[in-house]
């Protein structure tokens, strides 16, 4: 079980999951996006793991170029920048629900498995 004052939160986590899958994943055309995920808790830990289908070849030098200046800016804590105006929010926006408004430290962990076709998103807080 997980404690109802967080609804709100995870409630805005998979708000801004699922928005950047519609946006990103969707493009070109598609009809029908594959998401599997996993929610978990455990010793108070509480555990997202989801993953979409999506076009890893399509723009593959572009998409990894972002998810790499992505990992960069949540290093850094630039990310708190991006969340105050609009596009390019998603994953900023999740780390600054729960590192700010929730105020746990999270591990998180996103990439692209091109041999499967699929984006995924990790996080542990």
Known sequence: K?????LKVYSDIFYNLL???YKKAMRKGRKRVIVEY??????????IYLQNDYDCLANKE????????LKIILDNEEYLKRV???GGTGIPKICKI???????NASIN???????NKFFVELSM
């Open 84 to 86: 105050k105006g609009e």
């Open 2 to 6: 997980i404690d109802g004052k967080y």
């Open 110 to 116: 996103f990439g692209l498995k091109e041999k499967e």
């Open 98 to 104: 729960i590192r700010v408004d929730v105020r746990k």
């Open 38 to 47: 996993v929610l978990k808790q455990k010793n108070n830990i509480q555990y």
């Open 19 to 21: 928005d950047n899958i």
């Open 62 to 69: 572009e998409d990894e170029a972002k998810l790499n200046e």
